[in-house]
Every structure is written in C-alpha cells, then in structure tokens.
C-alpha cells in the first residue's frame, strides 16, 4: 500500500458506499470491485454472505422496498441479485405463490408497473416508498454492512463522518459521491438513497439466523 493511505478497502460502487466517499478522508483507498484482500470490504449483507464475510456492522436500512405493496406478479431487477435472494427468501418463508419477472434494465421496472404488467416491485428507497425487507423478514439486519479486518476505528469513523455529512448538506455530498464513482450516477439518486434509508454503524442483532434464511436460495 501506498505510504500516503493508512487503510484500503473494497467496495461495491452503490449505496453502501457513498457515506465513506461522502467524507474525503484522503487516507483511505477505495477500490470499486469484489475481489482482493483488504482492511474492510463492504458490500450489500446478501453478497458479504454469499462471499463467506462475516457482517461485523451493518450501514444501510430500508434500501431495498417492496413497492407499492406485496403483489402476486412482481418485477425485480436481475436475477441472483440481493434484491432477488431477499424475494425469494420471504416466498420461502412464507410460503407465498408470486410470480416473479426479472429485468437486466433498471428503468424498465417502473415501466411494467405503471403498464400493469406487473402488480408489484422490488425498488431502491430513492425510487418509491414501499414496504422495507427488514419489515417482511426480521431476520434481515439491513441491506448494506461491512467486514472488518484492520483499522476498524479509522474506517468507521470515516464513515459515520459521511453520515453527517449526508445530514448535513445532502445535495453537496451526493454531488462528491457522484465525481468519485467509476460509473456514471445521477446525484439526485444518490441523494435518494441516503435520504430515504436509514444510515447507521452498528452491529448485526443475529448474522447466523440471516445467514440461514438466505442459505437456501444463494
């Protein structure tokens, strides 16, 4: 590692990360992608099972919602997807019959809803105001958390700076997000997402029982 970074993590390029980005500290690398070896890795809690990483804190509530409610015909974006595992699981569980249509195109979502098409969606909280999957399963601690290796202290401190940073002038950081990210992200979006989810360092109430709710649909 350079000598300039104190810490080095990987990240998947979405939500889970914009508080860290949102915070600047200049010694922390970000590394967008899945693989490697690092301080911390963050990613969504479906994919930090699937990947065999403990969940040592979970950092977003309430970003995956059904939306408008529970349906018998619903759209979700990929399949495989943690938005995907999380459907699965509560039809699992609860032993409903939904038909589920899975898109590679995001925005055809809200397009088969508002066609009719489908009665019922699986969307970011930037998107719509739903039912959070944490309300359908109480065994799901969040959608987004981190685990931890090293510098534990320094990387959340960073990222509960962002947090405040959020709270503080939404549209300044979502726009800061947005300069750092590989891809290309609407700002508004952004601020979406970290507006209408519930932001937070804490750790998971019950990994092992998430871990066997999803263990049989991953």
């Known amino acids: 590692m350079s000598s300039t970074f104190h810490a080095h993590v990987i990240a998947a390029p979405g939500p889970v990360v914009y508080p860290l980005l949102a915070a600047g500290d200049g010694r922390i690398k970000v590394d967008f992608g899945k693989e490697g070896e690092a301080d911390?890795?963050?990613d969504s809690t479906v994919s930090l099972v699937r990947r065999g990483l403990r969940i040592d804190r979970v950092l977003v509530k309430g970003?995956?919602?059904?939306f408008p409610s529970l349906g018998n015909k619903m759209v979700v974006w990929r399949k495989g997807s943690a938005a995907d595992?999380?459907?699965r699981?509560?039809?699992t569980k609860a032993g409903k019959n939904i038909e589920i249509v899975y898109v590679d195109d995001q925005s055809e979502i809200m397009k088969l809803l508002k066609s009719n098409q489908v009665d019922s969606a699986v969307v970011s909280s930037a998107v719509g105001k739903g039912i959070p999957f944490e309300e359908l399963l109480p065994e799901v601690p969040g959608s987004c958390g981190v685990h931890l290796n090293r510098n534990e202290e320094m990387i959340l401190s960073a990222y509960m700076k962002g947090i405040e940073e959020f709270k503080r002038n939404p549209e300044e950081a979502a726009n800061r997000v947005a300069s750092k990210l590989p891809m290309k992200v609407d700002p508004s979006f952004i601020k979406g997402?970290?507006?209408?989810?519930?932001?937070?360092?804490?750790k998971p109430k019950d990994f092992m029982a998430f871990k066997q709710l999803i263990s049989s649909v991953i």
Do not use: G
Not at 193 to 202: D, H, K, P
């Open 89 to 91: 699981s509560y039809i």
């Open 85 to 87: 595992v999380l459907l």
């Open 63 to 66: 970003l995956m919602q059904v």
């Open 193 to 202: 997402t970290m507006t209408n989810s519930i932001l937070t360092v804490e």
């Open 40 to 42: 911390a890795v963050f």
